[in-house]
């Protein structure tokens, strides 16, 4: 298996990068035990490797809030809490091993620990050292624009995949998509997104989290499901950052997946708003609609 470490991923502080290898070293073992099919003979190790990465996580966190403190970061605060709201993901998943140790739970941790950690290290902490802000406060004439932004950010931003053209359309019931992650975001409002993306955007998002093949999005393991769970995580907690009348006090934000056919009717189809984007890698439908 190639090594999920790549130099590209270096943000140019020694001590930081050396933390980042170690800890992608370690979600690389655990990742060949669970490729293996020897989780349980295995779970002595799997979970000594658990607990070196809650440690390390905690001592890592540190490290980077310190250098930023003495830096004077920008975003200080804002990166800060998503330390401490990983740090309780990542203790949520431990415990939910200590109870009932099983290879479905352990592929998830993995999954979200990749997608999680490979958007923080390439996203958020390359702007530290140039002092740049985690998001820019934005407004936006409408919905629309909002979607855009959102798009933006997800594929190009984060990703690297140039956005060739945008337009709104009709809600007519369905949202296309080889793959489609549902996220629903509840704190004083409900909010939902879908992202519905092509087989060949699918697997590109997928390569790029972790280094590695989606071999067969009809067959799906629980790695590869839940790191493309954790993009509609990640780029719907910055949505959601970005409404004003709700902020990210309080809100809880969770995602499902689903392949070929979304069949749910919890659309607000009055303030639901679709948005086509289209790459070199297919289509991608956004949908997001304000529940209440």
Aim: aromatic share 8%; charged share 25%.
């Amino acid at each position: 298996m190639a090594s999920l470490w790549k130099d590209e991923y270096k943000v140019g502080i020694d001590k930081i990068d050396e933390q980042h290898y170690q800890l992608f070293a370690k979600i690389e073992n655990l990742l060949e035990i669970a490729k293996s099919g020897n989780e349980e003979q295995n779970r002595q190790e799997c979970m000594s490797i658990i607990d070196f990465l809650v440690g390390y996580t905690i001592t890592h966190f540190q490290t980077e809030e310190k250098l930023q403190k003495e830096k004077g970061y920008v975003s200080i605060d804002q990166h800060v809490k998503i330390h401490t709201e990983f740090k309780n993901t990542v203790l949520a998943y431990k415990e939910l091993l200590n109870n009932n140790f099983s290879a479905k739970t352990l592929k998830g941790f993995i999954g979200t620990l990749l997608a999680w950690l490979v958007n923080h290290v390439c996203v958020c902490d390359r702007k530290i050292l140039k002092n740049i802000p985690l998001q820019n406060v934005e407004s936006f004439a409408d919905t629309e624009s909002f979607i855009g932004n959102v798009a933006h950010k997800l594929l190009t931003e984060m990703y690297d995949i140039p956005i060739l053209n945008k337009k709104s359309c009709i809600y007519k019931g369905t949202v296309d998509g080889a793959v489609i992650v549902r996220t629903i975001a509840e704190g004083t409002g409900k909010h939902l997104f879908l992202y519905g993306m092509s087989d060949k955007l699918a697997e590109l998002l997928y390569n790029k989290i972790s280094g590695m093949s989606l071999e067969n999005i009809n067959a799906m393991d629980e790695i590869e499901r839940s790191a493309l769970m954790e993009i509609g995580n990640i780029i719907s907690t910055y949505a959601m950052s970005a409404i004003k009348d709700n902020g990210m006090n309080g809100t809880q934000i969770k995602s499902s997946l689903y392949v070929r056919e979304y069949n749910e009717t919890d659309y607000n189809i009055i303030n639901s708003v679709i948005l086509e984007i289209m790459t070199d890698y297919g289509k991608m439908d956004i949908l997001y609609s304000r529940l209440k």
